[in-house]
């Protein structure tokens, strides 16, 4: 097991260096040079040599690779080319916003989802299944900035029951206000493909063996369903959540910008669009690694509440 | 196993009229109806998109052709009926004799003034009035909101269609070359698929859409460049499991080549999952599109995609404009839920092993 972590450990290296090649390549080779841009009306030779210096713009491309990486390391991105801010700051001030709202739909979805997706697994090809399967697929028709944009219209500009957009400073006042709008049409958009995902788990666990013995020694279906199916039917989806938690981080971009709130996607956005290029390569940098950790998390997991699985 | 597989057909000795792969799977897929009615929907769409790409439709999308916001005909009461009558203009008459203060001789710019109006018919513009109504209403700028549906579906579309066709044969080449050489290539290819993996999609589109900027042509190859990964895998799992089969060594005995081993004789074979992975990715790329156009990263201002056309209705909604937004919503819904009836629909007829 130990051994297990370690060679996973050593084997993110080459994925982190992979990265980092790919992000310089993106931004310090294809990207421009950011000097014009931030030298801004008042362009002279002397002051645009003076933010080159200053970005080690002047240094061959292997020297300023090299200054990435010692970044990287440190985790230390310097500071933002649009409000000058340390990178770090502005990721630790995103995040929470970022979570709180993601981490509150993560829990909602799961909590709707896996109920509903036993139930019409449960009365499979019955009524309650092929409403549930058509609602999903009219809901997953509908594209997600259709829900945005009139969720915030008829639910919260026409009737008022919710806050048009905003965030607080407090995380309370957030959740019971400005949270549950957001995560409504979050939930709208995610809900369906979810129900049908985990139903597939469902139905293929109801289809084993051991589900029949249980009912023939007579088990009450009650514990049938809850006992043995459930237990077994949420490997798959404890798996998959894992692996979705490092999405939480950037957070739900659309939403974000959509109803203002001061997450990680919104500063995507902003960088995006500002070509604010520290922030962007500190995310992906951060990302890539929550990613490659998550995935190590989510196989340990697995082998956890899985003792048949096999790590290789 | 694989030989069993390989001799069937010689086994069975039916002399019936020896049936095609492709043939057997439209013969599956007419049985399916949800599938035939999803496809005449989709090759509706296509042929629309094309229409539009090649300007044939949709093409005066830009047009002023009614008044900001112009509601759908079926919906406005006369605006008769809403306004008090306008008054009889009587005093235009007597106002209408031109107020003469000097005579032509005596205008310094007299002579221009004549040349000028000898010319204004020439140069008059022809003004064809607004109208107060459309069929489905009218945009900020008085634009026709089907023109312009129909204008920018096609752009979807074609980012669609075309950034799904660059991203497979990127995943193909690339999962092809991986899965079949396996060795120092497969590790090289792998560790550039975990790269691109580590990072998510929407991040990584971003992150080349602000070096790469706006535009068409670009968002294609942007997408293409994030999103080989899924093609990737598949194809390199088809290619390690089929590289061995008495097939592709037959092929080998009589002294193929590498290339035409991988192209001709695998390719082939797999071609039924290229074309279900190409239309699922037809219509992510679809959807991607309409998020990076909202968020103002897709195509460029002169340009109409679904996207950008959501894009405006925030704004049109809170002056109880709504008509833009439903029409697009009416097209993107009908476009993707097609497309994906047709996925399942693909999938059952051509792939019947993986039926459950």
Known sequence: MFAYIVRRVLQMIPTLFGVMLLVFVLFNVFGGDPSLVLAGKHLTAESLANIRAQL?????????????????LTLDFGTSWSTQQPVSDIIGSRIGPSLLLTGSMLVVDLLIAIPLAATVAYFRRGLTDRIVTICCTIAMSVSALVYIIAGQY???????????????????????????????????????????????????????????????????????????????????VV????????????????????????????????????????????ITVYIALATMVFNLLADLIYKLIDPRVQLT | MTSTVQAAPAMTGTPEVHRGFWALGWRRLKRDKVAMISLVVVGAFLALAVAGWFNIIGDGWR???????????????????????????????????????????????????????????????VETPLRETLPFGADLRGRDVIVKTIKGTSTSVF?????????????????????YFGGKVDDFLNWFYSVFTSV??????????????????????????????????????????????????AASAIGASDARRIFVHILPNISHLLLVQFSLLTVSLIKYEA???????????????LGSMLAEAPAELVQGVWWQMVAVTIAMSLLVTAFSLLIDGLRDAFDPKANK
């Open chain 1, 239 to 282: 798996t998959t959540v894992m692996m979705s938690l490092p999405y939480l981080l950037i957070g739900a971009l659309v939403l974000e910008t959509f109803f203002s709130i001061p997450g990680m996607g919104n500063a995507v956005v902003l960088a995006v669009n500002n070509s604010d290029f520290p922030i962007i390569k500190a």
């Open chain 2, 200 to 249: 998510p999609d929407m991040l990584l589109l971003l992150s080349f859409a602000a070096v790469a900027g706006r535009g068409i042509k670009t968002i294609i190859i942007v997408m293409a460049l994030t999103s080989w990964t899924g093609t990737y895998r598949l194809v390199r799992a088809e290619y390690l499991k089929l590289k061995n089969r008495e097939f592709v060594q």
């Open chain 2, 291 to 305: 998020i990076l156009s909202f968020l103002g990263f897709g195509v460029g201002v002169t340009q109409v995609s």
């Open chain 1, 154 to 236: 008829w639910l919260a500009y026409k009737f008022g029951w919710f806050p048009v957009s905003g965030w607080s400073a407090s995380a309370w006042h957030n959740l019971w206000y400005y949270v549950p709008l957001p995560m409504l049409m979050g939930l709208m958009v995610s809900l369906g493909p979810d129900i049908r995902f985990y139903r597939s788990f469902f139905i293929e666990e109801l289809g084993n063996d051991y589900v029949r013995t249980a009912r023939a020694k007579g088990l009450s279906e009650r514990v049938v369903m809850l006992k043995h199916v459930l237990r077994n039917a949420l490997i798959p």
């Open chain 2, 63 to 125: 047009k002023e052709v009614a008044i900001p916001y112009a509601a759908p005909s079926w919906l406005m009461q006369s605006a008769e009926e809403t306004l008090p009558p306008a008054e009889e203009d009587t005093t235009s008459a007597k106002s209408s004799a031109p107020i003469v203060t000097m005579t032509q001789a005596e205008d310094p710019i007299g002579k221009e003034v004549a040349l000028a109006r000898q010319n204004m018919g020439k140069y008059a513009s």
């Open chain 1, 56 to 72: 080690g713009l002047d240094k061959s491309q292997s020297a300023q690779f090299l200054i990435f990486v010692k970044q990287v």
């Open chain 2, 159 to 179: 980012v669609g269609i075309f950034g799904a066709l660059f991203t497979l044969l990127l995943g193909t080449v690339l999962g092809a070359i991986s899965g």
